[in-house]
Nanobody, 116 residues
Framework: QVQLVESGGGLVQPGGSLRLSCAVSGSIFSIGPMYWYRQAPGKQRELVAD???????NYADSVKGRFTISRDNAKKMVYLQMNSLKPEDTAVYYCKVTTGWGTDYWGQGTQVTVSS
């Protein structure tokens, strides 16, 4: 019964910052890569950032230099620090983890709205 619980979403003004958190619970003994995705209304879900167990990161071009993904292996958590937010960052953000044997688990998503 693996669950991913997200927090930190909300409404923020352009140029502001927000930090998303995702906690993993349940019977997971080996967690591989962790990811943040987002999906805006009427658009495809896109990969925002990912981080390996060892801390290597990748980012979508649209968020490079503004977003930072990180993880805490002991706490089984993944974070997304979002700075210099733009209206086009408005979307539902989802976290995902992949087990050491290749199974994916998704969170329910959290709304981020960037508006003045």
């Amino acid at each position: 019964q693996v669950q991913l619980v997200e927090s930190g979403g909300g409404l923020v003004q352009p140029g502001g910052s927000l930090r998303l958190s995702c906690a993993v619970s349940g019977s997971i003994f080996s967690i591989g890569p962790m990811y943040w995705y987002r999906q805006a209304p009427g658009k495809q879900r896109e990969l925002v950032a990912d981080v390996t167990r060892g801390g290597s990161t990748n980012y979508a071009d649209s968020v490079k230099g503004r977003f930072t993904i990180s993880r805490d292996n002991a706490k089984k958590m993944v974070y997304l620090q979002m700075n210099s937010l733009k209206p086009e960052d408005t979307a539902v953000y989802y976290c995902k983890v992949t087990t050491g044997w290749g199974t994916d688990y998704w969170g329910q998503g959290t709304q981020v709205t960037v508006s003045s």
